[in-house]
C-alpha cells in the first residue's frame, strides 16, 4: 500500500462555466473550507489545470460536474471525443460509465426494497434459480445484500468461455464483483418482469431527470458520444449494447451532469425511504483501511467526514466520483482513454482535496510516475530501434532510475502493447524478459503462456501456464486455459 496521499480539504476547486443560479457565486469566508469553493477565481483555474493534466497524461476527452448542496453548480467538457475527428467533448457528451453502472442499479433495487418486491436477506435462489452456480450449494447462501456489498463470494468476472465459482464463502468478506450484480440483475428482472434498462428507466432515469441516460445503445448518442481510446491515443471500437444485452455492472451511457443528479439523489435521500436511504451510506463490510462498503456504493471516513464513492473501468474509459454529504460537495468526472485513471489523485487534489485512502487502494499509476517514464523511453526504443535496443535500454534504464520505476507490470503492460499489435516474437522477447527478472511471480509466466499460444507453440505455452498455476494456484484463468488446451 503506498502512503496516504493528503491535499488541502477542498484546496483548489475551479470553475469555467457557473450553471445559473449556482452557489458559487459571493466570496464567502475563506476560514471556512468550504466557502473558499465560492471564489470565482480558484474555481476558474480548473480551465487551465485540467487541459494540461490530460496532454500530461495523454487522456483525449474529459467531461466534469461538480454539485454543491442540493445543486449543479458547474459541468464543463474538455479535450476530444474522437481524436480523428477532433469533435470536442462538451458537458452533454456521452461517456460509458463503466462500474459506476452498479450504485445506479443498486438504487432501483433499494427502492424496490422499500416496496416489498425485494428482501435484503433473501436467498436471491428463492427468486430465481441461476444455472451457472447451482453447481455449488453454497449459492443458495447468497442475498441482495451480498451482492450490493460485494460479498457473494464471486470473482470480479469469470475467465471467458470458463465457469462462474463461488470462490469464498458467500457474505464473509469483501471481493469486488461484476457477476453477482448480472446475478442480481437477473433475479430483479424476473421478479418485476421488466428489462434492465426499463426498470431503471421507470425508478432512477425519469425521476431524476437523467435524460441522456441508458443501460442500452440509443441512435440518438451517435452524435453524442465520446469514443474509447487506447493508451497510445488510436481509437478503439466501441461496443453498442441491444436490446437484451444491458448490464448493471458495467453498460450504463450517461452524462457527467446526468451523473451528477444521482449523485445529489444519493446524497439526500431521494426517492428512498428514510431508513432505506440511511442503509445504503451506512457501513455493511470492511474493505481497507478507512474504507468500507455500504449498499451499492464505496464509502470513504477521513478527517472531512464520511464520502460515498465509486470509480469505473471500461476499456477506453475511465470514471470516478465522490461526494461529501456533511459538506454538500462532490465532483464525477468521465474520460474516454486507457490512461484516465493516471489522473486520478492530480483530479482529487484540483477539485475536492482531502485524505483519499479509496485512491490509495485502487493503486493505479500516476500519469507522473517514475514507472511510467520508464514505460514510455521503452516504447520510443522500440519503435525507433527495435526490439534488441528496447531490451538493452531496460537494462540501462535499471542503472539509472529509482527501483520503485521497475515492476513485473512495467514490462508485462509493453509485451501485451506488443501482442495486441501481433508483434508475437517481440512480445514473447518482453515475456521472457520478465520471467527472467521475475521467477517467483505467477503473472509473467501467465503472460508468457498466452504469447506462446498466440504463436501457436502449444507445447511452450503449456509448461509456462503450469509454472503459472504452481505458482499461485488461484490463478483461475490458466486453469481455464490448461483445461481448453488438454481437452
Not at 16 to 21: D, E, F, L, M
Not at 130 to 159: C, K, Q
Not at 250 to 279: E, I, K, Q
Not at 391 to 403: F, G, S
Request: aromatic share 10%; glycine share 8%.
Amino acid at each position: 500500500m503506498r502512503p496516504m496521499t493528503r491535499f488541502p480539504l477542498f484546496a483548489g476547486v475551479m470553475t469555467a462555466t457557473i450553471v445559473s443560479g449556482s452557489c458559487f457565486g459571493g466570496a464567502g469566508n475563506e476560514s471556512d473550507p468550504i466557502a473558499k469553493l465560492a471564489i470565482p477565481a480558484r474555481l476558474a483555474q480548473l480551465d487551465s489545470i485540467i487541459p494540461a493534466l490530460m496532454d500530461s497524461g495523454a487522456v483525449m476527452g474529459m467531461s466534469v460536474a461538480i454539485t454543491a448542496d442540493t445543486g449543479l453548480v458547474w459541468a464543463r467538457g474538455y479535450g476530444v471525443r474522437n481524436q480523428q475527428t477532433q469533435e470536442p467533448v462538451e458537458a452533454n457528451t456521452v461517456f460509458e460509465a463503466a462500474s459506476l453502472s452498479k450504485p445506479v442499479f443498486a438504487y432501483a433495487v433499494l427502492q424496490l426494497v422499500d416496496q416489498g418486491v425485494v428482501d435484503l436477506d433473501t436467498p436471491i435462489a428463492d427468486y430465481f434459480e441461476y444455472d451457472a452456480i447451482t453447481h455449488d450449494e453454497r449459492y443458495r447462501l447468497i442475498t441482495p445484500r451480498m451482492v450490493l456489498t460485494h460479498s457473494p463470494g464471486f470473482p470480479n468476472w469469470r475467465p471467458r468461455g470458463g465457469q462462474l465459482t463461488i470462490d469464498r464463502d458467500p457474505g464473509t468478506e469483501f471481493s469486488y464483483s461484476g457477476e453477482g450484480f448480472v446475478y442480481l440483475q437477473l433475479a430483479v428482472m424476473n421478479l418485476t418482469g421488466e428489462p434492465l434498462d426499463q426498470l431503471v428507466r421507470r425508478l432512477v432515469f425519469e425521476p431524476l431527470e437523467m435524460t441522456s441516460s441508458s443501460y442500452l445503445w440509443q441512435e440518438r448518442f451517435e452524435d453524442m458520444i465520446a469514443m474509447p481510446h487506447g493508451s497510445d491515443g488510436e481509437v478503439l471500437r466501441k461496443n453498442r449494447p441491444q436490446a437484451g444485452r444491458g448490464n448493471a455492472a458495467a453498460s450504463l451511457h450517461t452524462t457527467a451532469p446526468d451523473f451528477a443528479r444521482f449523485m445529489m439523489a444519493v446524497m439526500n435521500g431521494a426517492l428512498l425511504s428514510d431508513s432505506t436511504a440511511t442503509a445504503m451510506l451506512t457501513s455493511q463490510i470492511d474493505v481497507d483501511s478507512n474504507l468500507t462498503w455500504g449498499l451499492g456504493i464505496g464509502l470513504q471516513d477521513t478527517e472531512a467526514g464520511r464520502a460515498f464513492w465509486h470509480w469505473g473501468d471500461n476499456t477506453g474509459y475511465k470514471a470516478y466520483t465522490i461526494t461529501y454529504p456533511g459538506q454538500g460537495v462532490g465532483v464525477v468526472w468521465f474520460t474516454n482513454s486507457e490512461n484516465g485513471q493516471s489522473l486520478l489523485e492530480a483530479m482529487l487534489a484540483a477539485t475536492v482535496g482531502g485524505e483519499h485512502p479509496a485512491a490509495d487502494w485502487l493503486g493505479y499509476e500516476a500519469y507522473n510516475s517514475p514507472t511510467r517514464a520508464v514505460r514510455g523511453v521503452l516504447v520510443r526504443t522500440y519503435e525507433e530501434q527495435g526490439i534488441d535496443s528496447a531490451i538493452a535500454e531496460y537494462h540501462q534504464l535499471k542503472t539509472t532510475h529509482p527501483a520503485q520505476a521497475f515492476d513485473e507490470f512495467l514490462l508485462n503492460s509493453l509485451g501485451y502493447r506488443l501482442l495486441r499489435a501481433d508483434r508475437l516474437q517481440d512480445a514473447i522477447a518482453v515475456f521472457e524478459l520478465n520471467v527472467a527478472e521475475y521467477p517467483d511471480a505467477s503473472n509473467p509466466y501467465d503472460s508468457l503462456g498466452e504469447a506462446y499460444l498466440a504463436a501457436g507453440d502449444t507445447a511452450r505455452a503449456i509448461v509456462n501456464y503450469e509454472r503459472s498455476v504452481e505458482l499461485n494456484p488461484d490463478n483461475a484463468n490458466g486453469i481455464a486455459v490448461l483445461e481448453r488446451i488438454r481437452g
